[in-house]
T-cell receptor
Framework: SQQGEEDPQALSIQEGENATMNCSYK?????LQWYRQNSGRGLVHLIL?????REKHSGRLRVTLDTSKKSSSLLITASRAADTASYFC?????????????FGQGTRLTINP | GAVVSQHPSRVICKSGTSVKIECRSL??????MFWYRQFPKQSLMLMAT?????????EQGVEKDKFLINHASLTLSTLTVTSAHPEDSSFYIC????????????FGPGTRLLVL
C-alpha cells in the first residue's frame, strides 16, 4: 500500500530559485530514499537517509528527516532547467537487506528558464 | 557502476499474446530484484519481489499466474505478462539490489507496454 504522501503535487519555479518538496509517511521506517524520474524514464537514486539521521547533503541536495513527525523534505538549491522531473520519496522498513520500497505520489517539478 | 538494463524498452502487442520483459544488472550481482508498474502521472506500485533461485513473492492483488517472474541467475530476472489485455498496458520498471551492499535499489529504464 502507498504510505507516502508528497506535497506539493506540482511545483513550478524560476531557474536559480530553491525548490522544497515534502514527504510524509505513516509507519516506522529503516530509511527513506529520494528518487528523480524524468518523463517516461527510469528512476535515478538521489539520496538515502537512515532513520537515525536527521540531515544529509549531496551537492545541491539537502534532505531532512523528522521521525517524530514522520516526515522528510528534499531541498534543491540553485535550481537548473535540467532539474525538471518528478521526484519521489520511498520508505523502506522491515529486516535488513533488500527491503521493499513504498513510494509516495511524487512531486512534479518544473524549472522555468 | 550499478547499472540496470531492461529489454525491450517498448513493446506493442495484440490482446491475448504474452510478452516477456528482461531485467539485467550489468555490473553487480543481484540476489533480489523488484518489479513495479506505473500508470501515467502516477507513482510506482510494487508488483512482486524476485529472489534468485526461489519463487517470487507477489503483492496483494497481483495475479501470479498473470505476471510470471523468473529469477534464474544473479544478474537476470524476467517478467512475462501472459495473455495480455489492454488494461495491462503500463510502464513496467524493475530494480535490483546489490547482493553485497544490500540497501539501495537501482532502477532500470523501464519498459512501456501497449496492448492493442
Amino acid at each position: 500500500s502507498q504510505q507516502g504522501e508528497e506535497d506539493p503535487q506540482a511545483l513550478s519555479i524560476q531557474e536559480g530559485e530553491n525548490a522544497t518538496m515534502n514527504c510524509s509517511y505513516k509507519t516506522s521506517i529503516n530509511n527513506l530514499q529520494w528518487y528523480r524520474q524524468n518523463s517516461g524514464r527510469g528512476l535515478v537514486h538521489l539520496i538515502l537517509i537512515r532513520s537515525n539521521e536527521r540531515e544529509k547533503h549531496s551537492g545541491r541536495l539537502r534532505v531532512t528527516l523528522d521521525t517524530s513527525k514522520k516526515s522528510s523534505s528534499l531541498l534543491i538549491t540553485a535550481s537548473r532547467a535540467a532539474d525538471t522531473a518528478s521526484y519521489f520519496c520511498a520508505t523502506a522498513a522491515g529486516v535488513s537487506g533488500a527491503q521493499k520500497l513504498v513510494f509516495g505520489q511524487g512531486t512534479r517539478l518544473t524549472i522555468n528558464p | 557502476g550499478a547499472v540496470v538494463s531492461q529489454h525491450p524498452s517498448r513493446v506493442i502487442c495484440k490482446s491475448g499474446t504474452s510478452v516477456k520483459i528482461e531485467c539485467r544488472s550489468l555490473d553487480f550481482q543481484a540476489t533480489t530484484m523488484f518489479w513495479y508498474r506505473q500508470f501515467p502521472k502516477q507513482s510506482l506500485m510494487l508488483m512482486a519481489t524476485s529472489n534468485e533461485g526461489s519463487k517470487a513473492t507477489y503483492e496483494q492483488g497481483v495475479e501470479k499466474d498473470k505476471f510470471l517472474i523468473n529469477h534464474a541467475s544473479l544478474t537476470l530476472s524476467t517478467l512475462t505478462v501472459t495473455s495480455a489485455h489492454p488494461e495491462d498496458s503500463s510502464f513496467y520498471i524493475c530494480s535490483a539490489v546489490d547482493a553485497l551492499l544490500g540497501e539501495t535499489q537501482y532502477f532500470g529504464p523501464g519498459t512501456r507496454l501497449l496492448v492493442l
